[in-house]
Structure formats: C-alpha cells, structure tokens
C-alpha cells in the first residue's frame, strides 16, 4: 500500500503536469499521450498484488484460528502432539502462503469457506476484478500486447496474432467501454485507468467485508486502510 501511494501520488502529479504544458510555465509544450504508461501498469501490479495479498491473509488468519482451537482441543483430551487435522491445517496454510494467483486464491475459498468469490461479487464487478488480473498477467511476464488492424479470419487461427486478438478481446471491449477510445494502447495510458480499478477493489473488499465480517488480526490493517483510501492523496506516506 506504502509503494501503491507513492506511484499514486506521481501519477497524480505527472497528469497535472502535462495537462499544464500548453501554458508558458512549461514553455507551451505538448502533452504526451503516452506519459501515463510511466506509472499505470506498476499501479496495476500493484493493485493486483493487494487483492492477492488481502484475501491471502484474511485466509491465512482463519486456518491459523482454527488450528490454535483444535490445538486447545487436543489438549484438553489430554493430546501431546498435533493430530491429523492439525496437521492437515498446518500443510493447507503452507499451501496457501507459497501459492499465489487469482484463480488459484478462488479454489481456495471456495474449498475451505465454502464461498465463491465469483458469486459474491456482481457481474460488472467480476468482470472488472477478471480484466485487471488479464492485464496483471500480461505485464507482470512481458507479453506482447498485439492490436491487429484488422479482424482476422478463422483461417489464420493458427498464426500468433490470433490467438493474441482472441485473449485481449474481453479487454479490449471492456476498457472502449470505459474509456471511449478504439485502441486498447490509447486506453492503456488513459490517466483514470488505475484509479478506476482500485475504485473496483474497494468494492471488491466491502464485499469480502460483509461476508466475514468480523476481520480481525493481521488482515484486519489492509481492510481498513483501503475503506479509508483515496487515489492520489497522502495516506500512508506523510
């Protein structure tokens, strides 16, 4: 959240800056169009970061609840070593601590709270929180994003381009959607596109709130630190 806020801030900075440049005090420079990608594809790493990090400690937390009580338990049976269960609990917690990835946290929750986090959330919030993760994946291992002038045949299936064109549709409908512009590079550097998805992250984690409510113990900080946040505003940096 502390790196989140940070490049927040600059990002916020930066687009006063180049919205200023036609005047004298920039010397009636142009804008670059292109100047957010400084900032908004760490955002989205980041932002992805969080939702993984937040729901992989409110999970983590519960396990490790639930194995102090069976602990409590065994002892006052007169146990003097972690039973099975236990054991169990202990082996899925170190599962869930070293395997990270957005559908991966899904199967978690829905195996041990028996919860599905896509049924919790809307269908335009789903979407939303489906988008960021695709991007997240593209940036995060150096994918090639490739924008296709034209619609290509389903002859031309075999050849890369196509199957790039198939992968990015969802994303690339959903930012025009958003952002109004044709190309998913002119929405990719739109100023508004990271605070629109941590605005999504938000929601996202009010709805998590409401399902496990109460959060407490280490998940508890993350929880309350996103409710009271607001892109671009000192925070946690001051």
Do not use: C
Request: glycine fraction near 4%; aromatic fraction near 10%; hydrophobic fraction near 35%.
């Amino acid at each position: 959240m502390v790196s989140y806020e940070t490049l927040a801030l600059s990002h916020k900075k930066m687009d006063w800056i180049e919205k200023n440049k036609s005047t004298p005090m920039f010397g009636n420079n142009e804008p670059n169009p292109y100047v957010n990608y400084n900032n908004v594809f760490s955002l989205l790493l980041l932002n992805a970061s969080i939702i993984e990090g937040a729901l992989r400690s409110l999970l983590s937390q519960r396990i490790l609840d639930d194995i102090d009580i069976a602990a409590e338990e065994g002892k006052e049976r007169g146990q003097t070593k972690p039973s099975k269960p236990e054991e169990m609990l202990s082996k899925f917690h170190s599962d869930i601590e070293m395997q990270g990835g957005w559908e991966k946290i899904k199967e978690q929750y829905s195996f041990y709270f028996n919860v599905s986090l896509d049924r919790l959330m809307a269908e335009d919030l789903k979407e939303s929180i489906n988008i960021l993760f695709t991007l997240r994946n593209i940036l995060a291992h150096g994918t090639a994003i490739i924008e296709p002038t034209n619609r290509m045949d389903e002859s031309m299936k075999d050849i890369y381009p196509y199957n790039w064109q198939r992968k990015l549709q969802k994303v690339s409908v959903y930012l025009k959607r958003e952002f109004k512009n044709d190309s998913v590079f002119d929405n990719l550097a739109e100023h508004e596109l990271p605070e629109h998805f941590l605005n999504k992250t938000k929601e996202l984690f009010k709805k998590i709130e409401d399902e496990f409510n109460p959060i407490v113990g280490r998940p508890e900080n993350i929880f309350k630190l996103m409710d009271s946040y607001s892109f671009g505003y000192n925070h946690l940096t001051h």
